[in-house]
């Protein structure tokens, strides 16, 4: 599955499709979205995940939330550990992203590039 820096799971939620999330106020609570730090100019790919599948969006706060093949991603409030996947299948509209061979992504910041890992 697809996890963050801290080795948290990333979900999808079916409304957004591809290139836009429906996310916000207060599903964005409890649905973090995972964005990327202020002046991040790209997202590059960490292990399991390949570089074509990474992408932003633009939310409507403003913020570069990270996608996987166009998915915008989030983390679930509920999950307190790495590994956790409280969320999976919640309301029939939340699931795991399962990272394209089956590895587990990881981020990891690299500020003097300007990118951020995944």
Do not use: H
């Not at 799971?9 to 649905?31: E, Q």
């Not at 166009?70 to 307190?80: H, N």
């Amino acid at each position: 599955m697809v996890v963050d820096q801290s080795g948290m799971t990333l979900y999808r939620f079916t409304p957004d499709g591809t290139g836009k999330t429906t996310c916000t106020d207060s599903c964005a609570t409890t649905w973090l979205p995972a964005t990327v730090p202020a002046g991040t100019t790209r997202v590059v790919a960490g292990p399991g995940i390949s570089g074509g599948e990474l992408g932003t969006i633009t939310r409507p706060d403003g913020t570069l939330q990270v996608t996987f093949n166009g998915m915008p991603l989030y983390r679930y409030s509920a999950d307190s550990k790495p590994g956790d996947a409280t969320g999976q299948g919640l309301n029939g509209v939340w699931f795991v992203v399962p990272a394209s061979s089956g590895a587990s992504g990881s981020t990891t910041t690299t500020a003097s590039s300007g990118g951020y890992r995944y």
